[in-house]
């Protein structure tokens, strides 16, 4: 049976031309809820594509008895998707390692105890998580120092499996900005230019007041003021061929409200992310998806991976990739280490610090940068610098420049759940100096 390659993915060539899920249209990606983005076309899957073999799971033990990290047997490419992801059945018991692996894959590894944390601390809320208190938590990481000292994975969770990511797409799609600035495709400087200054099919004569003047950094940051009315976006919607390529932001910015002079509201929403994505696809060699996957992705050894086409025609921004929980802790590593992975320097360091930086901050004290969040986690009488990609479900990558800690959380919670708060209480004592 022919399935419709609604996503991508790297390690099966077979579905390496583009593909669009044309059901996930441009209203999705303009002023819906987090929500809408979770929809996609069903799969029919063979139950023997998610026959497991996990052996006996001893909590106490911490490891299965031959001490491998459970995972989804005869996985293909076509089994990964937000839609069959609900269909992986939960783990029988939950696989706690105090001691990871290494698995080849770029990452070292230690021991928690030996090599930073508290160990029972950290094994304590492990059993909380696995008994259902803080939500639908499929995988907790914890990486100390570089070094990845305690992994564990519950009800869906899967060490192979990529995990939907929703919004962290868009932190992803930043670095992948980076990435073209650190090659010498922009510069730093050029991301203050227009948007539209690099998309040379977009009718200058169709736009609202005001397009012409949003930038690139507006948009990354959240403040390109474009604003269409849901009954346009549907209209729209149903004429998905004018929003294949450059006709995508043309729409928003030809149907949008007039946009106001700088500065401007943040609003977010899916037309800034799919901007940038534009801007990428624009300065890049190639296509924005053959960049992505060889320049970001590959040079950080990520293979086993998922990422939705976007009604456009270019790999989706606002949400619709899927990460293995090990490959999300190496955005984090790449984020941490100034924009160094190993020893090559794939993202400027000034991006980094730009990118996580507190450009926007809302009444409650939570920032925003270019698509990544910033906020200070309360422990006791003190708070935490956090740096953080997030996304809808609970998906978290938790930075803590500090204490050198990162905190990796995927989940499929209805909201964003309590670990975003409770994680940091529950962790960030054991990793300090007595």
């Not at 050894?301 to 606002?318: C, E, T, Y």
């Not at 409650?364 to 910033?374: A, P, V």
């Not at 990609?389 to 998906?395: E, L, P, T």
Request: hydrophobic share 40%; with cysteine.
């Amino acid at each position: 049976m022919t399935r419709p390659p609604s996503w991508r993915h790297a390690s099966f060539p077979d579905y390496a031309q583009k593909a669009s899920l044309r059901l996930t249209s441009f209203v999705t990606l303009s002023s819906l809820a987090p929500t809408d983005f979770m929809r996609k076309t069903p799969f029919t899957l063979c139950a023997t594509a998610f026959a497991c073999s996990f052996g006996a799971l001893n909590l106490l033990a911490e490891t299965q008895a031959n001490g491998l990290a459970p995972e989804v047997t005869d996985l293909n490419a076509e089994d990964v998707s937000y839609t069959l992801e609900k269909n992986l059945p939960d783990l029988k018991k939950p696989f706690l390692n105090a001691a990871p692996g290494d698995r080849k894959d770029g990452i070292p590894v230690g021991e928690l105890g030996a090599d930073g944390g508290d160990r029972e601390a950290v094994l304590a809320f492990a059993d909380e998580i696995a008994a259902g208190d803080h939500g639908e938590i499929d995988s907790f990481l914890l990486c100390h120092k570089g070094k990845l000292i305690f992994e564990s994975y519950y009800r869906r969770g899967r060490v192979n499996y990529p995990h939907y990511q929703m919004s962290i797409t868009k932190s992803y799609t930043a670095m992948t900005m980076g990435r073209a600035i650190e090659m010498g495709y922009l510069t730093m400087e050029d991301l203050n230019r227009p948007v539209i200054s690099y998309l040379d099919e977009i009718d200058r004569s169709q736009l609202v007041e005001g397009a012409t003047e949003i930038t690139v950094a507006e948009a990354m940051n959240m403040h390109s003021g474009v604003r269409i009315k849901n009954e346009k976006a549907a209209e729209l919607m149903k004429v998905p061929g004018l929003l294949e390529g450059q006709g995508q932001i043309q729409a928003y910015l030809s149907h949008s409200a007039p946009i106001p002079p700088s500065p401007r509201e943040y609003k977010y929403q899916g037309s800034d992310p799919s901007m940038t994505m534009q801007v990428i696809e624009a300065v890049v060699p190639g296509t924005a998806r053959e960049f992505l996957e060889k320049e970001v992705l590959g040079k950080m050894g990520i293979r086993n991976f998922a990422w939705q086409d976007d009604v456009s025609g270019l790999p989706k921004s606002a949400a619709g990739s899927s990460m293995r929980s090990r490959d999300m802790l190496k955005w984090g590593l790449l984020v941490m280490n100034d924009g160094k992975w190993k020893d090559e320097q794939l993202v400027p360091a000034a991006f980094v610090e730009q990118a996580t930086s507190r450009i926007h901050t809302n009444p409650q004290g939570t920032s925003y940068g270019y698509f990544w969040w910033r906020h200070d986690a309360p422990v006791g009488n003190k708070t935490y610098d956090c740096m953080s990609g997030r996304g809808a479900g609970g998906q978290f990558i938790l930075m803590f420049p500090e204490l050198d800690l990162i905190a990796i959380v995927t989940a499929h919670n209805k909201g964003m759940g309590k670990m975003l708060k409770t994680l940091p209480q529950r962790i960030i004592p054991g990793f300090l100096s007595p």
